[in-house]
């Protein structure tokens, strides 16, 4: 069954608490967590006193997703903040190897996120070492931009590769995902769908995660 990961990034923050009850009792799966620094992306969200603040609330995973300049320095205060699974860009790891296996040796899930005008060949030397992949299917930094279709391609790409010699990893998408975009993402290969907008703008939470869910099947 499609995973679906609520991104907060959406939620009304004053609520913040409510709104994670809300989609956990909605069936989510993941609580996707977007920490931005204003230098990798255009915009400051949450640090990692926000993930320790919220994670005696649910028993769902963290999905941290770090669109920050030099994410090495911080794997450790998200790892003790409580986060499950830690992804880092591509584009803000030099030293992507010894980064994932940090996130490793701290006792959580390694993800590699890629931009959507980052080349597939960026995730091949480091596919088998990880959990995850997040194919971001916007350029990152905001909530409620459209989802850019050129991205599917590259994802079947790397399927093709996860089916060769890396059949654990999962493969996750975030950006303008909602129910027919959904469905195109998951027929590429995507097992966790990210949305924000999709779900916190709809009143009833519930029925916006089962609505992008069953537009999957
Ligand atoms: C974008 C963030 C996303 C964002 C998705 O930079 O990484 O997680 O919240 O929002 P929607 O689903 O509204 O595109
Ligand atoms: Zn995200």
């Not at 006193?49 to 609330?57: G, K, Y």
């Not at 005008?117 to 905001?142: H, R, S």
């Not at 999962?170 to 195109?184: P, R, S, Y």
Request: aromatic share 6%; hydrophobic share 45%; net charge negative.
């Amino acid at each position: 069954m499609t995973k679906i990961a609520p991104s907060i990034l959406s939620a009304d923050f004053a609520r913040l608490k409510e709104e994670i009850l809300e989609v956990e009792q909605g069936g989510a799966d993941y609580i996707h967590v977007d920490v931005m620094d204003g230098h990798f992306v255009p915009n400051i969200t949450i640090g990692p006193l926000v993930v320790e603040a919220i994670r005696p609330i649910t028993s769902l995973p963290l999905d941290v997703h770090l669109m920050i300049e030099n994410p090495a320095d911080y794997i450790d205060a998200f790892a003790k903040a409580g986060a499950d699974i830690i992804s880092v860009h591509v584009e803000a790891s030099v030293h992507l190897h010894r980064t994932i296996h940090a996130i490793k040796n701290a006792g959580v899930k390694a993800g590699v996120v890629i931009n959507p005008a980052t080349p597939a060949e960026m995730l091949y030397p480091i596919l088998k070492d990880i959990d995850l992949v997040l194919f971001m299917t916007v350029n990152p930094g905001f909530g409620g931009q459209a989802f850019i279709a050129d991205v599917l391609s590259k994802i079947k790409q790397v399927d093709k590769w996860r089916q060769d010699f890396a059949p654990h990893v999962e493969f996750e998408v975030d950006g303008g995902i909602n129910q027919t975009t959904a469905k195109l993402c998951t027929d590429a290969g995507v097992d966790v769908l990210v949305a924000g907008s999709a779900i916190f703008n709809e009143k009833n939470r519930e029925n916006a995660i089962q609505n992008i869910r069953n537009a999957t099947k």
